[in-house]
């Protein structure tokens, strides 16, 4: 069982795999991270109206990403650019008006995110515990926020805005774990592009959540 899963009597073939994995999920990250950037600084006269649209163009992207990656790696490749892109184009509006309103706060969020992000994915892909049910468990808390992300659009609710984003990082925690574990018992490189993909959708979630916090305390 120790050898499916990477650890104890792992093979110098496997951990070859999932040493070249971990470098090209991180470099599609990195490529993902530069194209987002891009899309931000392109789109920051965009009007949010568009940013709905390129919204919705980002996760086709994604959705189409998981037809692609077992038929044509490139066009895989080409999708996860496509996505950060136009991930970024839609955020530009969002982003923009934090740095209006408080520069430092994005200076803040981005430190305080290269920190959480390394902290449980280091922590995600050391452990050995299955992180299954931690991932499973995220993912329904994570549609859970999405309601009480609603909830708050009608209803004034005393620092909701707060637990909203607190909750939002423990669930992030735990999906950045899951993450990263499967980064780690996974050898499979076509599947690079979808965890690099989902690891920046982490990284990019806390970011956002922890520009909540750091702007609403000034």
Same mark, same amino acid.
Request: hydrophobic fraction near 50%; proline fraction near 1%; aromatic fraction near 14%.
């Given at each position: 069982m120790s050898d499916v899963y990477g650890f104890g009597g792992i093979t110098p073939a496997a951990r070859d795999r999932t040493r070249t994995l !971990?470098?090209?999920?991180?470099?599609?990250?990195?490529?993902?991270?530069?194209? !987002?950037?891009?899309?931000?600084?392109?789109?920051? @006269?965009?009007s949010p109206g568009t940013g709905l649209l390129l919204f919705i163009a980002a996760f086709a992207c994604l959705i189409a990403m998981r037809f692609t990656s077992r038929r044509s790696a490139s066009s895989t490749v080409l999708l996860l650019v496509a996505f950060g892109l136009f991930i970024g184009l839609a955020l530009a509006p969002t982003i923009v008006s934090y740095a209006n309103a408080d520069p430092q706060a994005l200076w803040e969020a981005g430190g305080a995110t290269a920190l959480f992000v390394a902290g449980f994915g280091a922590a995600g892909y050391a452990t050995r515990r299955d992180l299954a049910v931690i991932g499973r468990i995220s993912f329904f808390a994570l549609i859970a926020l999405i309601v009480f992300g609603i909830v708050l659009i009608f209803i004034h609710i005393p620092n909701?805005?707060?637990?909203?984003?607190?909750?939002?990082?423990?669930? !992030?925690?735990?999906?950045?774990?899951?993450?990263?574990?499967? $980064?780690?018992?996974? @050898?499979?490189?076509?599947?690079?592009? $979808?965890?690099?993909?989902?690891?920046? $959708?982490d990284t990019l979630n806390v970011f956002l959540f922890f520009l909540r916090i750091f702007s609403s305390n000034d």
């Open positions: !971990f470098g090209q999920t991180m470099e599609f990250v990195a490529l993902t991270a530069g194209c !987002f950037a891009l899309g931000a600084y392109l789109g920051r @006269n965009l909701g805005e707060l637990v909203y984003s607190v909750l939002g990082l423990v669930i !992030f925690a735990g999906l950045t774990m899951f993450d990263f574990q499967r $980064l780690h018992r996974s @050898n499979d490189t076509d599947s690079a592009p $979808l965890i690099a993909a989902s690891i920046f $959708l």
